[in-house]
């Protein structure tokens, strides 16, 4: 129930978070920027993160080790506002499965949320540099079962068939750039992302099927992570706010 909370703090605060990037003020009161560019984005990569212990809990177990990178694949939406650059995002990262033991493992982890940052390149260029802050609510899932079973087996087994799972709130921090191609009907993006993730919380409790699986330590995701940026517009997506004009 802990792990629960903290998941949904994390993730109320990155819907504030968000909605208080794209939420537009009355021009006279404040100036916020029109949308100068925005377009939606899927991001292949790789991702590091340090599951030594973790591994030899398995190993206890007799389950077999996982490496300690894994792919990684994200959706995301990217807005931009003059300099002030948002990005939304769902991130999956993936194990392949474990099959060096008796039973079949599987380990994934992922995240959602929300990071900013400013170009600092001029903005008549067609490519831009900004190092960006996050927030994001992240989890980790193990599920176990038999490699192989028979149709008899399945009427009859006792043997794990679980899935582990536990929440906590990540800081994100990197460097984002992308160089834009844009002509009459639109435009396209290709970018680079690379940065760390830090797991904003320590002692995790597994949990499955809502009891505490309390043998098996906790993953702590931090670790750096690398992902290229593939994205693209249509021009009838651009358009402007008449409200405001200012621009930094």
């Not at 629960?4 to 990037?21: E, H």
């Not at 560019?37 to 809990?57: V, Y």
């Not at 490496?67 to 003059?82: D, K, V």
Request: proline residues 4%.
């Amino acid at each position: 129930m802990k792990s629960l909370n903290k998941i949904l703090t994390v993730a109320a605060f990155s819907v504030v978070f968000c909605s208080a990037l794209a939420n537009d003020k009355p021009c006279d009161s404040m100036r916020i920027m029109p949308v100068t560019n925005e377009f939606h984005f899927i991001s292949p990569g790789f991702a590091w993160i340090n599951i030594a212990d973790f591994n030899n809990s398995l190993a206890a177990l007799r389950l077999s080790p996982f490496p300690q990178q894994a792919w990684m694949l994200s959706l995301g939406s990217h807005t931009e506002r003059g300099r002030w650059i948002s990005e939304g995002i769902g991130t999956l990262r993936i194990w392949g499965d474990d099959l060096d033991s008796i039973y079949r493992a599987s380990l994934y982890m992922g995240d959602f949320g929300c990071y900013s940052g400013v170009n600092v390149l001029p903005k008549n260029l067609p490519v831009n540099a900004y190092p960006y802050i996050g927030l994001h609510a992240g989890f980790s899932a193990l599920h176990v079962r038999d490699n192989e079973k028979t149709m008899s087996d399945l009427l009859t087994s006792i043997e794990p068939n679980s899935v582990l799972w536990q929440a906590t709130g990540l800081l994100d921090l990197g460097l984002g750039s992308e160089f834009k191609f844009s002509d009459n009907k639109g435009g396209c993006a290709i970018g680079l992302r690379i940065g760390y993730l830090l797991d904003l919380y320590k002692n995790k409790r597994w949990m499955s099927g809502g009891v505490n699986v309390a043998d098996l330590p906790s993953i702590t995701q931090s670790g750096p992570y690398v992902r290229l940026v593939l994205g693209g517009w249509d021009n009838h997506h651009d358009k402007k706010r008449a409200c405001c004009t200012d621009s930094l």
